[in-house]
């Protein structure tokens, strides 16, 4: 089975520091995964996804995520953090099958901006 | 492109009646479609999938005759809370998948359910 673990619940940053968030893994082959941020009351917004080759991935908002299959890890960065970046990030693991698979999340981690 | 809606965006009920949530896949034909529920600061937690035409998979634990799924259309499918009491109050969340792109799931904004 399946299982994504975000270590960290909560974060907080200053504006301009930079940012990583934690994402470990837990899949028999090469997985598919995701990150997720989702604002208060809204719903899921796609950041990043990994599904093969280059293992820097590049988002959207300036994000970034490095797959490392050693330490069964996909962690998301961001260099410089802006104030409107605080929100719930979620990673997620996919089965790769082919075909339309469910996605495991993790509990989520809220990061908090401080001015 | 890959929109997928949700309707209503919030509903309040009464305990003991049914509330019909839709998703909706706007710009492409959803082979699949899933349905999440997530409790206020949790995460989201997979309640069934279902495939248009067949009948939906439910995850263990979740009640099939409670949450009724219907995937009737390439762009349709529904989620009937019945009889609903206060401890399903929650945001209920669908996400859809297409033919060209099965492992990326696109996500409905979500539907706050209350049940008072």
């Known amino acids: 089975a399946q299982s994504v673990t975000q270590p960290d619940i909560h974060i907080t940053v200053s504006e301009g520091a930079s940012l990583e968030l934690r994402c470990n893994y837990s899949y028999g082959a090469t997985p598919y995964l995701f990150w997720y941020v989702q604002s208060p009351g809204q719903g899921l917004q796609l950041l990043l996804k990994y599904f093969s080759g280059d293992t820097l991935v590049q988002g959207i908002k300036g994000f970034e995520a490095e797959f490392k299959r050693s330490q069964s890890s996909f962690n998301l960065r961001k260099p410089s953090v802006h104030w409107s970046d605080a929100a719930e990030y979620f990673c997620?693991?996919?089965?790769?099958?082919?075909?339309?698979?469910?996605?495991?999340f993790g509990t989520g981690t809220r990061l908090q901006v401080t001015l | 492109g890959a929109v997928v809606s949700q309707h209503p965006s919030w509903v309040i009920c009464k305990s003991g009646t049914s509330v019909k949530i839709e998703c909706r896949s706007l710009?492409?034909?959803?082979?699949?479609m899933f349905w999440y529920r997530q409790f206020p600061k949790q995460s989201l937690m997979l309640m069934a999938t279902?495939?248009?035409?067949?009948?939906?998979?439910?995850e263990q634990g979740v009640e099939k005759d409670k949450f009724l799924i219907n995937h009737a259309s390439l762009t349709l499918s529904t989620l009937t809370v019945t009889s609903a009491h206060p401890e399903d109050s929650s945001f209920y969340i669908c996400?859809?998948?297409?033919?060209?792109?099965?492992?990326?799931?696109?996500f409905g904004p979500g539907t706050r359910l209350t049940v008072l």
């Open positions: 997620a693991v996919g089965a790769n099958t082919g075909t339309a698979s469910k996605l495991t």
């Open positions: 279902s495939n248009e035409g067949s009948k939906a998979t439910y």
């Open positions: 996400s859809a998948t297409s033919a060209s792109y099965p492992n990326e799931q696109f």
């Open positions: 710009d492409f034909q959803a082979t699949t």
